[in-house]
């Protein structure tokens, strides 16, 4: 424990004020997004607590009831947005985090066979990647969200929302971890200790997850961290044009974009608040893989 704390890392996050600052904010968007039901002062999806008599109040109103102020105001159909934007956190959140799980083990297991196989496997996966990665991710989740919209029933739509948006995101992300992790194993497979594995006769599935992988995951975690804030501003994009979360299930681009509608007649805040808040998450996120990358990347300092 003692020699991890006084490792060349942590001693250089320490040491780097962006990195701190970028850790504390993340952890303060993340803490309030996990705690949203206990800090927020509304729940904004319950329709007793919400009053139309509060909707398109400005920063620092009252309630119509006195009983609180509404500190980022209130939107259209008065819910809180502060509450509002809390609980779009955790939406956001949740879909980034298990869009970029799913990419990192689709694109980690194509990169690693890729890798270590070689030959026609390696020709015909690394086609595949090439001609994805020709389109822009946002292009690639939208064509996918689309199609599988149109492959199923309407009456499943909203129930099945929330899955389509993390595969058509997650499908869109896996080619740039497939290389990395395609290079990588092919610079470890050609070592010694590899090579001694195969001879006494290990399995090769066996070498490449045991001896291979955990050589590879620096760059892995690198760029999952840095896709983390892609597939955010994804979510957010496809939900600015309709066709992200439903709207029971109001993310941070949801938000926008229903604020959006009011911006020209003065609400300003309905749009700003939320926009900032992504702003402020994908920020803290790229900063951090940043920081990540020349951590485990010595030669880049």
């Known amino acids: 424990m003692r020699d991890w704390l006084d ?4 001693h250089g996050f320490r040491t780097s004020p962006i990195a701190v600052l970028s850790c504390l ?3 303060l968007l993340i803490g309030g997004a996990v705690l949203a039901p206990w800090i927020a002062p509304q729940n904004p999806f319950d329709l007793g607590r919400v009053s139309l008599m509060d909707s398109s109040q400005p920063p620092m109103s009252p309630a119509a009831d006195g009983d609180r102020t509404y500190f980022l105001g209130t939107d259209q159909q008065g819910r809180d947005m502060l509450s509002a934007i809390l609980y779009g956190l955790r939406v956001s959140l949740l879909v980034g985090g298990l869009a970029v799980a799913f990419a990192v083990v689709v694109g980690v297991t194509i990169g690693l066979v890729s890798g270590y196989v070689g030959g026609f496997v390696d020709l015909v996966l ?22 599988i919209r149109a492959a199923l029933p309407r009456s499943v739509h909203d129930s099945l929302q929330l899955h389509v948006v993390v595969f058509s995101i997650g499908i869109s992300l896996w080619p740039s971890l497939a290389r990395t992790v395609r ?3 092919m610079v470890e497979r050609g070592k010694d200790y590899v090579l001694a594995a195969r001879v006494i006769g ?4 066996r070498v490449a997850l045991t001896h291979v992988l955990p050589n590879v995951v620096g ?11 892609m597939a955010i501003l994804a979510e957010a994009t496809l939900s600015f044009l309709g066709v992200g979360l439903p709207a029971s299930r109001p993310s941070l681009g949801t938000l926008i974009k229903y604020g959006g509608d009011y911006l020209y007649s003065g609400s300003w805040w309905m749009a700003a608040f939320p926009g900032l808040a992504l702003m402020l998450l994908v920020l803290a ?11 485990l990347t010595p030669g880049l300092r």
């Open 126 to 147: 690394m086609r595949i990647a090439d001609v994805q990665l020709t389109f822009p991710a946002v292009l690639t989740a939208l064509l996918v969200d689309g199609s």
């Open 25 to 27: 904010l993340l952890w």
């Open 183 to 185: 290079g990588s194993t």
């Open 202 to 205: 290990v399995p090769s599935w």
């Open 285 to 295: 996120i790229n900063l951090l893989g940043d920081w990540l990358r020349d951590a």
């Open 219 to 229: 760059p892995v975690m690198v760029i999952a961290t840095l896709g983390l804030g």
């Open 7 to 10: 490792s060349d890392a942590v």
